[in-house]
């Protein structure tokens, strides 16, 4: 804003502020120096008709207004006083006490209210800082019940996934012993074929169940994040019909404090989840940013996106919006991140987008 301009605004914030006090001031000048009349008692109800404009300044303007204004009535009213212009037939001592009353009405006055302005502002900020600690108390607490949560089921994860497993490898190593008696030909081969890729399955399940529940914290060491992302988005690009990989990567190092090998799972995992989303014809994101305490790596892509259940969802684990999906890839994730001291967070939009976030040393 120009000089000019800004003198214009705060020019019309004062007008419209203290107009009516100015035009009440004005009009009992007036009535004061046309009144012929030298009644005693009428020039007094003009006298103190001067205190409405008075404490009216008080209120919109505090100590200040309070201040200006009396001044103002005082130096419109000494001309009136002292004969000047029209006539004011009371004591030269009652005027003059008059106008020192009209200071200390504007100044007591405009002190209150400064005082009382400053009490609600203080109030205000009381309130929000309340408000504050109440969301904070209430995120706390939804922590508190999804931390018990996922530690329930990664107990129970581990004791289903020990239990399962030694009978799946029994089943698994008996499928493949009769595979030897049933040839390619056989009509049998076929449903051999498919108990087989059935067990490898559950046991790739079973995996990431005991995975979910023994994550543990890694050495945390400073790392560069941007040779992780690249690392992910090579690894994709060669993957079977990949979806188109952009990488808005900064050319130097951008160090991070964390375990190298769990931040590339995290980045892996959602990298894949991300080009699953997009499809052939789709296109995934990788996208760093970075600032005084920590870096962040964003995987955007182009496919529906999060509605809203999978946001109030998000990490939860056996929640997945994908068709025989367990999202404990997801939870594993948000273990891994949290471990970290990082953070990992969905964001609604067009298209699914996740921040992973991590410290800087």
């Known amino acids: 804003?120009?000089?000019?301009?800004?003198?214009?605004?705060?020019?019309g914030m004062f007008w419209a502020r203290y107009r009516l006090v100015i035009m009440l001031v004005l009009l009992v000048s007036f009535l004061h120096y046309n009144t012929a009349i030298h009644i005693h008692a009428l020039h007094g109800i003009y006298r103190r008709l001067y205190y409405f404009p008075i404490i009216l300044a008080a209120f919109r303007g505090g100590y200040r207004g309070g201040l200006l204004s009396s001044l103002f009535v005082a130096a419109l009213y000494i001309p009136h006083a002292l004969g000047w212009i029209g006539f004011d037939p009371a004591p030269g001592i009652e005027k003059f006490l008059e106008m020192a009353l009209y200071l200390a009405v504007g100044v007591l006055t405009g002190t209150l209210v400064d005082r009382i302005n400053a009490s609600r502002a203080q109030l205000a900020r009381t309130a929000e800082a309340l408000q504050d600690t109440l969301d904070e108390k209430e995120r706390m607490e939804a922590e508190l019940v999804r931390s018990a949560r996922l530690a329930a089921v990664g107990r129970l994860s581990a004791g289903l996934a020990h239990e399962i497993r030694n009978p799946l490898a029994s089943i698994q190593g008996a499928a493949e012993v009769l595979g030897d008696d049933f040839p390619p030909a056989h009509p049998k081969a076929g449903l051999l074929q498919i108990l087989l890729q059935e067990t490898r399955r559950l046991n790739e399940v079973l995996t990431r169940f005991l995975a979910f529940a023994r994550s543990e914290p890694g050495e945390a060491v400073a790392f560069d994040l941007a040779v992780e992302v690249r690392a992910v988005g090579d690894l994709l690009e060669h993957s079977p019909e990949p979806p188109r990989i952009v990488l808005e990567v900064p050319s130097g190092e951008i160090r991070v404090i964390g375990n190298r090998e769990q931040?590339?799972?995290?980045?892996?995992?959602?990298?894949?989840?991300a080009a699953q989303a997009a499809g052939a014809g789709g296109t995934v994101?990788?996208?760093?940013?970075?600032?005084?305490?920590?870096?962040?790596?964003?995987?955007?892509?182009?496919?529906?996106?999060?509605?809203?259940?999978?946001?109030?969802?998000?990490?939860?684990?056996?929640?997945?919006?994908?068709?025989?999906?367990?999202?404990?890839?997801?939870?594993?994730?948000?273990?891994?991140?949290?471990?970290?001291?990082?953070?990992?967070?969905?964001?609604?939009?067009?298209?699914?987008?996740?921040?992973?976030?991590?410290?800087?040393?």
């Not at 804003?1 to 214009?8: C, W």
């Not at 931040?263 to 989840?273: F, M």
């Open 1 to 11: 804003m120009t000089p000019d301009r800004d003198i214009r605004s705060q020019t």
């Open 263 to 273: 931040a590339r799972q995290v980045i892996l995992n959602l990298g894949l989840n």
């Open 285 to 361: 994101t990788f996208v760093i940013e970075e600032d005084a305490g920590q870096a962040r790596c964003i995987v955007a892509d182009t496919g529906p996106g999060f509605s809203p259940e999978a946001l109030a969802n998000f990490g939860t684990p056996f929640y997945s919006t994908r068709n025989g999906g367990t999202g404990l890839g997801l939870a594993t994730s948000l273990r891994l991140a949290e471990d970290m001291g990082g953070s990992l967070d969905a964001a609604p939009g067009p298209g699914g987008r996740v921040v992973f976030t991590l410290p800087r040393p």
